[in-house]
């Protein structure tokens, strides 16, 4: 049964550096921004801040296409995105469910000091995942930010990413489970 990893942080938490250890493990990665960036170009310089949720909305349609074929062809799915809101991540357990997937969500925690830190580095680049972030901006993300909750079984990221492929693949239920 294919894994569907679907990772939830708050920017700057480590989900790109985590979905690419994944995909180094041979997972497919799907990440929103990146289509976002290839659509429509960076974040407050080629379309304004406030268009940014119209931009992804239809990307994030589209990933959820590709996510569901490349489960029902089998393959493991690392989705590098989000997932604030508990409700975000139920729905994304549910369409892997009937996908045929196995969804498990990884949780990558992190306190507001070190995100400022990463943010502040990451502010400089122009890449996909560099968007750039203020500390005002960041204390806004954290009031919209739903941690996951005890019932929603999630695997919390302690750091090591070839720990957590080990973990993640020990985790794969057999088709008659």
């Known amino acids: 049964m294919p894994l569907a990893v679907l990772l939830t942080g708050l ?8 979905a690419q250890a994944l ?12 289509e976002v960036h290839r659509l429509h170009g960076r974040y407050g ?3 304004p801040e406030h268009t940014y949720f119209e931009r992804e909305r239809p990307v994030v349609e589209a990933i959820r296409a590709r996510f569901t074929r ?12 989000g997932l604030w809101r508990r409700d975000e991540r139920d729905a994304w357990r ?3 469910r009937r996908a045929g997937g ?3 969500v990884v949780y990558l925690p992190a306190d507001r000091d070190v995100l400022l830190q990463r943010l502040a580095e990451r502010n400089h680049r122009e890449d996909a995942n560099a968007l750039t972030v203020t ?4 204390d806004d993300f954290f009031a919209r930010f739903d941690p996951p909750a005890e019932d929603e079984d999630v695997v919390v990221y302690d750091g090591d990413p070839e720990r957590l492929a080990t973990t993640l693949m020990s985790d794969r239920p057999s088709r008659g489970n």
């Open 94 to 96: 549910d369409s892997a």
């Open 11 to 18: 920017t700057g938490s480590g989900k790109t550096t985590v």
């Open 23 to 34: 995909a180094a493990h041979g997972f497919t990665r799907l990440s929103v921004d990146e």
């Open 70 to 81: 490349e489960l029902q062809a089998g393959n493991d799915i690392v989705l590098d995105h």
């Open 102 to 104: 196995h969804p498990r």
């Open 45 to 47: 310089v080629d379309y």
């Open 135 to 138: 500390p005002e901006a960041l």
